[in-house]
């Protein structure tokens, strides 16, 4: 999808994607392992057509990894600051690739923010090796605004699922530095705009088009 990216990255990033467009199938972050597998005393919750591996000898608590479908995916505590290391074993062991990809290109991160994460109560959110220019993009306006909500009030979803956002965010988008500091979903459409249209020169359609890039706008008020 992206030229010159490693072609496993390039798969991870397209399975997020159809996941995505499925409909609910992207999960990035969870309260709880039994959110995942089953069971447990909470709501219950359960993600169908998995299951879950150990990372090497790794607890389950830092660290596991997801197998949706014959598609490997890691899970990792957002707290835990090893993530870097973490992600060159699951290059190694699951992706085939000779560790994780090293350079100022490339960042390791969690696909939900880490600061968010842990002050949402997430046990563990997915993570992924993706283009850093996007990534710190997003890190320094939108993920930043998702720290300070969940400072003033934690998250209570037991279940985080891809967004618009998350996507962008994957695929290498770079245009958040653009989206103003407004609670405005009018003042973020331009933003929006430029999202759905590089998502669409990568060839990722919105289904519900305009629609979706409106939605988008007024999402991006409730969390900056």
Same mark, same amino acid.
């Given at each position: 999808?992206?030229?010159? &990216?490693?072609?496993?990255?390039?798969?991870?990033?397209?399975?997020?994607?159809?996941?995505?467009?499925?409909?609910?199938?992207?999960?990035?972050?969870?309260?709880?392992?039994? $959110?995942?597998?089953?069971?447990?005393?909470?709501?219950?919750?359960?993600?169908?057509?998995?299951?879950?591996?150990?990372?090497? =000898?790794?607890?389950?608590?830092?660290?596991?990894?997801?197998?949706?479908?014959?598609?490997?995916?890691? &899970?990792?505590?957002?707290?835990?600051? $090893? %993530?870097?290391?973490?992600?060159? @074993?699951?290059? #190694?062991?699951?992706?085939?690739?000779?560790?994780?990809?090293?350079?100022?290109?490339?960042?390791?991160?969690?696909?939900?923010?880490?600061?968010?994460?842990?002050?949402?109560?997430?046990?563990?959110?997915?993570?992924?090796?993706?283009?850093?220019?996007? $990534?710190?993009?997003?890190? #320094?306006?939108?993920?930043? @605004?998702?720290?300070?909500?969940?400072?003033?009030?934690?998250?209570?979803?037991?279940?985080?699922?891809?967004? &618009?956002?998350?996507?962008?965010?994957?695929?290498?988008?770079?245009? &958040?530095?653009?989206?103003?500091?407004?609670? =405005?979903?009018?003042? $973020?459409?331009?933003?929006? #705009?430029?999202?759905? *249209? %590089?998502?669409?020169?990568?060839?990722?359609?919105?289904? *519900?088009?305009?629609?979706?890039?409106?939605?988008?706008?007024?999402?991006?008020?409730?969390?900056?």
């Amino acid at each position: 999808m992206i030229p010159g &990216w490693p072609a496993p990255l390039q798969r991870q990033l397209q399975v997020l994607v159809t996941q995505f467009l499925a409909g609910g199938e992207a999960w990035i972050g969870i309260a709880s392992i039994d $959110n995942i597998v089953g069971g447990g005393s909470g709501p219950r919750t359960i993600r169908l057509g998995g299951r879950l591996e150990t990372l090497g =000898s790794r607890a389950v608590s830092k660290a596991f990894v997801w197998i949706q479908g014959n598609e490997p995916e890691l &899970w990792l505590d957002p707290r835990d600051k $090893n %993530y870097r290391d973490l992600f060159d @074993e699951f290059a #190694r062991t699951r992706l085939g690739m000779a560790g994780r990809p090293t350079g100022s290109d490339w960042n390791v991160d969690h696909v939900f923010p880490k600061a968010a994460g842990a002050l949402d109560g997430l046990s563990h959110v997915r993570a992924m090796s993706i283009g850093a220019p996007g $990534n710190q993009a997003l890190g #320094r306006t939108v993920e930043k @605004e998702m720290k300070q909500r969940a400072d003033d009030v934690a998250g209570r979803k037991r279940v985080r699922h891809a967004t &618009w956002m998350t996507i962008g965010k994957a695929s290498g988008f770079v245009g &958040w530095d653009s989206l103003p500091d407004s609670d =405005s979903a009018a003042a $973020n459409a331009t933003a929006a #705009r430029a999202l759905f *249209a %590089y998502l669409a020169g990568m060839g990722i359609t919105a289904p *519900a088009g305009t629609l979706e890039e409106r939605l988008t706008a007024h999402t991006l008020t409730r969390i900056r």
